[in-house]
Nanobody, 126 residues
Framework: QVELVESGGGLVQAGGSLRLSCASSGADFISTYAMGWFRQASRKEREFVAA????????AYADSVKGRFTISRNNARNTMYLQMNSLKPEDMAVYYC??????????????????WGQGTQVTVSS
């Protein structure tokens, strides 16, 4: 059973930066999984933020975060990251990491992911 644990959330002023981490455990082949970040703001649907293939060779981003957020991974550490710069109040949400067994694909929909973390809160003050 794969376990994903997010960390790095917190309170930041608009224009500031945060780096989220997603540590994975419980599967020998997690490094072969594609992974992604999603977020869910209060009273809104969970939405796609970014995705990365198993080897980090390809990435994808939601239009709302392109140029500000960067997804990356370190398979030796079984960890994925989301560097968030130039944060805006509209970025405030609970951020979730997810893993998909289909390592070559960049999924932007929640139903394509097999495992989820519990989330970490990102609060952006204006």
């Amino acid at each position: 059973q794969v376990e994903l644990v997010e960390s790095g959330g917190g309170l930041v002023q608009a224009g500031g930066s945060l780096r989220l981490s997603c540590a994975s455990s419980g599967a020998d082949f997690i490094s072969t999984y594609a992974m992604g970040w999603f977020r869910q703001a209060s009273r809104k649907e969970r939405e796609f933020v970014a995705a990365i293939t198993w080897n980090g060779g390809r990435t994808a981003y939601a239009d709302s975060v392109k140029g500000r957020f960067t997804i990356s991974r370190n398979n030796a550490r079984n960890t994925m990251y989301l560097q968030m710069n130039s944060l805006k109040p509209e970025d405030m949400a609970v951020y979730y990491c997810a893993a998909s067994r289909q390592g070559e694909r960049l999924w932007s929909t929640t139903n394509e992911y097999d495992y989820w973390g519990q989330g970490t809160q990102v609060t952006v003050s204006s």
